[in-house]
């Protein structure tokens, strides 16, 4: 009988020990009052980023890269973090729940304004204010070099005759992946999906013939575009890239889509919580300002193809203007084709 | 890659040096619970991204090598993995260690890590196309038959009954579902619960389960008090360990193999290693379980040769084979370096540095282990009354450290507690990991396998028509049947005298 | 005491299996239940409860499987468990509530004065007497792990 009651304690503290530290776990205010006397002499010690994915994939790369080129300027190194899990949110999440003292900075890719609807997180770009919006990696649509498909025109016909059997490698519900097999859809092509969990996997599927093609950043699959291993059809904008003249964008094929294809896709912007001092904030846009002249980082950027998004958005109304505009766009789409969890209504975002 | 440009890093004292101070992080990282060789490659990547590549890599590769081995000293002094892959070492090297002969453990750990390391790293080098274009043809399919396999196969090995060997490697399923699904992205079995969103992190886990489950056991297993395990002086002569090498050799290939399949891994290689080993070693030198040193063997070689061949993917497809792998991968963006179809063509140098690293740190891990292992094989005999506080502590912080979560903390516990409990009933908690480890894949990969097959004119086809699927279908029913007691206990009439199951129960980790 | 019944019940085996069979069945329940609520209708192929679904019929398989094994060891091995062990049970309660205590220590304390009271205490608690050991190894190891992971590892402790 003893025995039992012991049983039922242990139970008990097995409980609580989950629980405690639930609440425990919170935030920890971090020598925030510290910090309002020190406010000009920001930063004096190491800043870490957060970056909310894994590493090796774009907003780690350009993350790390922006990273270098900004502790240059402020004179203190910048530990990055990768915090990957549940779409970004988990990341996010740590940088809201660590101090106001802004050493801790997130470097987010486009998931924070989609993560409501999706029903993931409570998080928007609302809860953040921006520092830089820095980049967008260009989307492109692959097949595998040995494919039967030798234009985007092929593809998109063999889709147009077979709904619902061409797979396609994608992201995820709410990922750019998916925004763009929704534009898809819009203009009357259906594509079978198939999930895979980060965008190089999905190339793993396109060259080992799982899948017939997928759409992907274009800095992932440059390497195997030159080596011959897959082929590019077309590039997801409304302009060609400089480098392949003879790939068609997807607005020439696919017409009255401009107005969807215009948008970038993947954003990736270093942000700050709301209650970071306006002192700190400014410290730190004027650091990325020269940081986005950086040689070193300008070379990457042009390398791997990526849009320069602070050549058009560099005031903080530009950006908060820019989020909007975006979240609008991208999270109606999402739930006109009944793959939100939530209506952005509920969540005021007006419609387009 | 070019043996002269490989050779000429390994006469270069600062490359030497550099690769050195990363086997020594390495030893240090590997050894200690909670501390895992991926956290200590995540935090080389800050220091090391104004270095050069080769130097970067060189470091990198050393505590690659060296601390996937030393998971195996914690894991055989104090029966707690350093991390999953080494969760094999425990099943016969702590017991081995608890009779006094840790010494012995220890230097057989030592010679089949260094002979995995040197096999993987020799496969990297020699053989990264035709093995790339294998792990090619593996589709979703075959990898979640994979797991099954590697699953059924750790059910029947450390349990003393199949059905709770699989039941615990369910258990550990269980709680890889908790947690944002990874494909749609909604929250399954969080119960609202914020800090289970993210899942279940394995670090905390592991040493909950391993580390404060042993706490648990052993103060209700009624130690005497201040009681020590006395550590047996015993010379281990070289030719005697590498008896084992011809099967060492065929462990190497399972674990190279397995490497270069991403998401399966090192505790699948060691698992599958140690399951050929029971087959194919037919007298052991004690039962397997309790202390066999050819488990060790199998266990260690598989394990480390994972590395070369978790190296395989990420170079030539840009797909890392597990979590360190997808840190050096981001050394090599943030050089510069484009890992992928064109890699090895394109950067032979860094190729060289990674080949060069690679094969000094298993010289360092023949050196370090051969020359520490005496040192630290005293950590068996620390009185229990000190080491077990230490212990706990250790796997608080370790729990803590992996994400800077106190939540982390909470679940360490939970597994800890859990453990026991399952302990205490006779099911081991080597699944659990498995399981838990393994779990995420095989849910994608068996969604993905479903998704593909839904649109093609014979689904069942699509599903079961290869040959890959057919032949790992196959054996993974054989498994499974053979293991069933009616069926066993046919097939232990016909050889009664062979019957190598594991008397007690707690030999069972 | 009488009967069959208690006996069969009484059967670790059994007793486990019923336990499996309830989360197997209830994972069924939670995953189709959840299925089928869900705001965004996602086909059965692309359903993240599809996969627990196929673990809940393993589990309520295995559940079975159990039973199977009970029935045919029934005859009861002799309890290994004697008299001390319940003394010992109470010992694991109470390290377990002491890590707990640890824990909640740790959130209002900070780490270096909860790591140094837990140690001290447990060590006390397994049997060494002589107190200034006891202080000497809890506040050398608090600071060693501090310095280890804090400094050199760069891990923000609460």
Known sequence: ?352 | MSILGVLAYCVNIRFIILTFLGSLAGMFVGAIPGLSVSMATALLVSITYTWSTEDAMGTIMGVYVVGVFSGALSAILVNIPGAPSSVVTTMDGHPLAKRGKAFKALKYATVYSFIGSVFGLAALAILAKPITALALKFQPMDYFLLALFGLATVGSLTSKSFSKGLIAALIGIFFSLIGLDSVVGSPRLTFGIQGLKSGIATVPALVGLFGFAEVLCTVSDGYAEGEVTKLEKMVVKTGEVLKEFWHSLYYCVIGTFVGALPGAGGPVAAFLAYSEAKRIVKNPSVPFGEGAVEGIAASESANNACIGGALIPMLTLAIPGDAVTAIIMSVFYIHGLQPGPNFLKTSGEAFNAILAGGFLGCIFLLVLGTLLTPVVSKVISVPKKILLPVVTVLCVVGAYACNTRMFDVGLMFFFGILGYFLRTRGYSVAPITLGLVLGGMMDTNFRRAVSLASTAENPVIALFGRPITIVLTVITFITIISNIPAVKSLRVKKVRSVDLEPVKAESAI | MDGHKKKTLSNPEIQDGIVVLLLGVALLIYSLFKHYTARVQTEWKMSPYLFPVLISVFAILLAFSLFADGRRVMAPEEKKKDSGSLINFKRVVIVALMAVVYEILMNVTGYIPATVVFLMAMIRFFGEKRWWMIVVIAVATSLIIYLLFGILLNVRFP
């Open chain 1, 1 to 352: 009988m003893f025995k039992k009651i012991l049983t039922g304690v242990l139970m008990t503290s097995l409980v609580l020990s989950t629980v405690a530290c639930g609440s425990g776990g919170g935030s920890v205010p971090d020598g925030s009052s510290a910090d309002k006397a020190a406010k000009t002499d920001y930063p004096t010690k190491a800043i870490t980023m957060i970056v909310p994915y894994g590493a090796g994939g774009t907003t780690d790369l350009v993350g790390r890269q922006f990273a270098q080129a900004l502790s240059k300027e402020l004179g203190q190194s910048i530990v990055v973090e990768n915090q990957a899990g549940a779409s970004g949110s988990v990341g996010c999440q740590a940088t809201l729940d660590a101090g106001n003292d802004g050493y801790t900075v997130l470097f987010a890719a486009e998931s924070l304004g989609t993560q409501r609807v999706m029903g993931i997180s409570e998080m928007s770009y609302a809860d953040f204010s921006p520092i830089a919006l820095v980049a967008n990696d260009p989307k492109v649509i692959v097949v595998a070099g040995n494919s039967k498909y030798n234009t985007i025109e092929d593809l998109l016909s063999d889709i147009k005759a077979n709904p619902g059997t061409i797979q396609m490698a994608y992201t995820g519900p709410g990922g750019s992946g998916h925004v763009q097999a929704l534009i898809m859809n819009k203009y009357g092509y259906e594509p079978a999906l198939t999930a895979y969990s980060s965008g190089s996997d999905g190339i793993v599927a396109v060259m080992g013939g799982q899948v017939e093609f997928t759409n992907s950043n274009y800095s992932t699959v440059k390497s195997y575009i030159e080596s011959g291993d897959l082929k590019m059809l077309a590039v997801c904008a409304t302009e060609r890239m400089e480098q392949y003249p003879d790939v068609s964008a997807l607005s020439e094929v696919m017409e009255g889509a401009e107005d969807y294809l215009s948008i970038p896709y993947t954003p990736l912007s270093l942000l700050v919580k709301n209650d970071v001092p306006e002192e700190v904030q400014e410290v730190l846009r004027s650091a990325a300002e020269k940081a986005e002249q950086n040689e070193d980082f300008k070379k990457f950027m042009d390398d791997n193809n990526i849009d320069k998004l602070y050549e058009t958005y560099k005031t903080v109304e530009d950006m908060n203007k820019f989020y909007s505009a975006w979240e609008s766009k991208v999270s109606w789409m999402l739930f006109d084709a009944g793959a939100a969890t939530n209506s952005p209504e509920d969540y005021g975002i007006a419609k387009p």
